[in-house]
């Protein structure tokens, strides 16, 4: 029996492929997509091998063939012979992208990345020329919506090289795309991107489309300077909690959403839109940044935290909205909290490279000296409103005139 155990476990080890890592597109773990199965799951369109075979998104496949004629027609061609040709050279290098465990022919894996491939960079096309409101699907908003939004989807993704390849065969700049891409799903990230300089060389890091996305909506140096040398960090508490300690809140000047600052009391936090599609945009990019296998800074993870821990009840959001901070589309402040409670669920934070470290060290600070929290109650239980204070300058005035006139009944002038 023990030498059969043994012969099995050597098959083990002799079947291992010679390097095993965590695929650039990956499937996202059981334990996320428990906590919010729609936020990975494309609702229209597929991209990739993951969803090509789910019944609701097979509508969308007359349209990909719809868009490469059009990209054929464009550049004079009249078979897809080059992307086919193409692809096939890169096919071996595009399914180490994804699962090991992937079950599709060749045929079918290639079929895919060229269709799919080329519907993105028609896309790329017409929206680079504004021509999205004269094709027959990307006319109708609700429909062009929902393909903007699956394309953001870790799960439907292409490896970028594949893109960056059919860019090159159907455009003569292919650099200036990045900026198409950068610029049209500007307006689904919450704040200011900032636009990298690519060249040949850095365009091979890039992984996917989101990630190329994530990989401009980083904060501003000044932020990333200030977490330097911190080596303890404890937590911070809610809103509420804070305020009852005198720390105030402001909307930051900058449009930068990861430039969260704290001075003189007060927390400088940039204003925050909250949508229908924000917490999917933030699932999915939080994914990509926690199975990253390449040391990339996990910033939304960060600032996710941040939030997290400002955030717990409406009453938070409450307080960020009359600040000017947070605004929301969705009913309720308790549908707006609950969008981070979940979202902090889904992180794991590495305390050791926290960049808003120095931050909660100087708020936790304030909020745990007795003399601040002894001021804010003084404040908020007398001083609350402007008749307050007037009340009370007048009784101390009153105060102080009868002390004097006893002063002077007692001790009389000789």
Request: one cysteine or more; glycine letters at 4%.
């Amino acid at each position: 029996m023990n030498n059969t155990i043994q012969v099995r476990i050597d098959g083990w080890i002799q079947g291992l492929p010679a390097e095993t890592s965590w695929p650039k597109i990956f499937q996202v773990p059981r334990y996320l997509r428990e906590l919010n199965e729609e936020a990975y799951e494309p609702t229209i369109i597929s991209i990739g091998p993951y969803h090509r075979q789910k019944d609701h998104l097979k509508a969308m496949e007359t349209h990909k063939v719809r868009f490469l004629k059009d990209l054929l027609q464009r550049r004079n061609e009249n078979s897809a012979q080059r992307y086919v040709e193409a692809m096939t050279d890169m096919k071996e290098r595009a399914r180490k992208c994804y699962s090991e465990s992937l079950v599709i022919s060749d045929e079918e894996f290639l079929e895919t990345m060229v269709l799919d491939g080329c519907f993105i960079v028609e896309l790329i096309h017409k929206i680079k020329e504004g021509s999205c409101q004269q094709d027959s699907i990307l006319n109708v908003s609700q429909i062009f919506t929902n393909i903007v939004k699956d394309l953001i989807l870790v799960e439907n993704q292409l490896p970028f090289f594949v893109l960056w390849e059919f860019l090159g065969n159907a455009f003569e700049d292919r650099f200036r795309c990045i900026d198409v891409i950068i610029g049209f799903f500007e307006v689904m990230m919450p704040g200011l991107t900032v636009r990298l300089t690519y060249d040949e060389n850095s365009i091979k890091k890039v992984k996917h489309l989101l990630d190329l996305l994530r990989t401009n909506w980083i904060p501003s140096d000044d932020t990333m300077h200030e977490c330097k040398n911190v080596q303890e960090m404890k937590f911070i508490r809610s809103a509420t909690e804070l305020r009852e300690a005198g720390i105030k809140f402001r909307r930051g000047k900058g449009r930068n959403l990861f430039d969260i600052k704290f001075e003189n009391g007060t927390l400088y936090i940039p204003a925050l839109n909250l949508e229908d599609h924000t917490e999917r945009l933030y699932c999915n990019i939080v994914a990509c940044e926690q199975f990253a296998d390449d040391g990339s800074p996990e910033y939304l993870t960060k600032y996710i935290t941040v939030m997290d821990c400002l955030i717990d009840t409406g009453k938070d959001v409450e307080l960020l909205f009359h600040k000017g901070i947070m605004h929301h589309w969705l009913g309720t402040d308790e549908a707006a909290a609950k969008i981070f409670n979940r979202l902090g669920t889904e992180v794991i934070v590495d305390r050791s490279n926290f960049f808003y470290a120095k931050l909660f060290n100087d708020v936790n600070r304030h909020y745990y000296n007795p003399w601040n929290k002894r001021v804010a109650s003084l404040r908020h239980n007398y001083f609350n409103t402007p008749w307050a204070l007037i009340s009370f300058l007048a009784a101390s005035f009153l105060l102080l005139l009868t002390l004097l006139q006893t002063t002077f009944t007692v001790f009389p002038r000789s």
